[in-house]
């Protein structure tokens, strides 16, 4: 019943910027961490970027200071601001949350992902 759905990707030049969204649905309760995962072709999945639901974030050092993580608790969102993509960054993207229903039970979700694309 809970889903969490990804929008923004698309294809940029280098040095362009894209803001990734996922938006959380269903039965919430709540939500502890939001996080960004990546995955490119013949590579592990990496973490790319989390944040608790206090806004304290985390970063890979491949992205820090390039990428920014937000979250808008009222409307159970996380937001991923690319700024300075480098073809390297171009892979699909994951939403990821640990999430409380009402029921209180509780697990971790994935969305489908979106792909991001750099390249000239």
């Known amino acids: 019943q809970v889903q969490l759905v990804e929008s923004g990707g698309g294809l940029v030049q280098p040095g362009g910027s894209l803001r990734l969204s996922c938006a959380a649905s269903?039965?919430?309760?709540?939500?502890?961490?939001m996080s960004w995962y990546r995955q490119a072709p013949g590579k592990e999945r990496e973490l790319v970027a989390d944040i608790t639901r206090a806004s304290s974030t985390n970063y890979a050092e491949s992205v820090k200071g390039r990428f920014t993580i937000s979250r808008d608790n009222a409307e159970n969102t996380v937001y991923l601001q690319m700024n300075s993509l480098k073809p390297e960054d171009t892979a699909i993207y994951y939403c990821n949350a640990y999430i409380v229903s009402y029921s209180y039970s509780a697990g971790d979700y994935w969305g489908q992902g979106t792909q991001v694309t750099v390249s000239s």
């Open positions: 269903g039965p919430i309760f709540a939500i502890a961490t």
